[in-house]
């Protein structure tokens, strides 16, 4: 295939698998240390993709948070906050979202041909719009980003993206939190939903690494022969 970014798909999930509750407000299953461990990782990438559900139901803004490491990464030449990233199928996003209105990272949707033109018209003032096929085809999207100097990407949710992504097998990194909490609620979001995964029975993923944070515990796993065994950035 192309040239494509080193994939870092990251998140958190509860000890029964759920990356939330089924609550109105959004359940937070990690712990400050674990936040600010995230928050190196971002600083370390040059952009971050969420799903359009996740922009519309978690209203991220998706910035680098320390003082610090934002001018750590203006020191490199590069902008304080990385690229900001998002696929949607029927361009159904709120201009208003912390997505396009908060930090001066640039901002990327890609999105189902058939909705190109309205997201172009509804979100092209605050974002490049890019026409992704139809479906969106996640090669081509990384293909894409990697035409954008985009060399390292974050994925951080939801389900249906990192469900894709992990499907697709186009992720080189896997970080999972493990929360010391129960959900045991079906109508919330579990971490992958259905699908053939590259990593089964007769094919174990390779586990990297392992750190307590705090009341959490980080799992680190190489899914591919790209996977870089460096330390967590500072």
């Known amino acids: 295939m192309p040239d494509r970014p080193y994939v870092l798909l990251s998140c958190g999930m509860s000890i029964?698998?759920?990356?939330?509750?089924?609550?109105?407000?959004?359940?937070?299953?990690?712990?400050?240390?674990?936040?600010?461990?995230?928050d190196a990782e971002r600083a370390g990438c040059d952009a971050i993709l969420v799903g359009a559900e996740t922009v519309r139901q978690d209203n991220p803004r998706l910035l680098v948070?320390?003082?610090?490491?934002?001018?750590?990464?203006?020191?490199?030449?590069?902008?304080?906050?990385?690229?900001?990233?998002?696929?949607?199928?029927?361009?159904?996003?709120?201009?208003?979202?912390?997505?396009?209105t908060e930090g001066d990272a640039a901002r990327l949707v890609y999105c189902a041909d058939p909705a190109a033109d309205k997201a172009a018209d509804?979100?092209?003032h605050l974002a490049t719009v890019v026409a992704a096929g139809d479906p969106v085809d996640l090669a081509f999207v990384l293909a894409d980003l990697h035409g954008r100097r985009v060399r390292r990407l974050?994925?951080?949710?939801?389900?249906?993206?990192?469900?894709?992504?992990?499907?697709?097998?186009?992720?080189?990194?896997?970080?999972?939190?493990?929360?010391?909490?129960?959900?045991?609620d079906s109508r919330a979001p579990r971490f992958v939903g259905d699908?053939?995964?590259?990593?089964?029975?007769?094919r174990r993923a390779t586990l990297a690494g392992v750190r307590q944070i705090?009341?959490?515990v980080l799992l680190r796993y190489a899914l591919s022969d790209r996977f870089i065994p460096a330390e967590t950035p500072a």
């Open 65 to 100: 948070r320390s003082p610090r490491r934002r001018h750590a990464r203006a020191a490199r030449g590069l902008p304080p906050n990385p690229a900001k990233v998002t696929v949607t199928g029927e361009a159904a996003l709120d201009p208003a979202a912390r997505f396009f």
């Open 195 to 202: 699908g053939a995964f590259p990593w089964c029975a007769g």
């Open 154 to 184: 974050m994925v951080e949710g939801g389900q249906s993206m990192l469900t894709q992504f992990l499907t697709a097998g186009l992720v080189d990194e896997l970080h999972l939190v493990i929360a010391p909490v129960f959900v045991g």
């Open 16 to 38: 029964d698998g759920y990356l939330d509750d089924a609550a109105d407000e959004r359940l937070l299953l990690s712990n400050e240390a674990d936040f600010d461990r995230v």
């Open 214 to 216: 705090g009341d959490v």
């Open 122 to 124: 509804r979100l092209g």
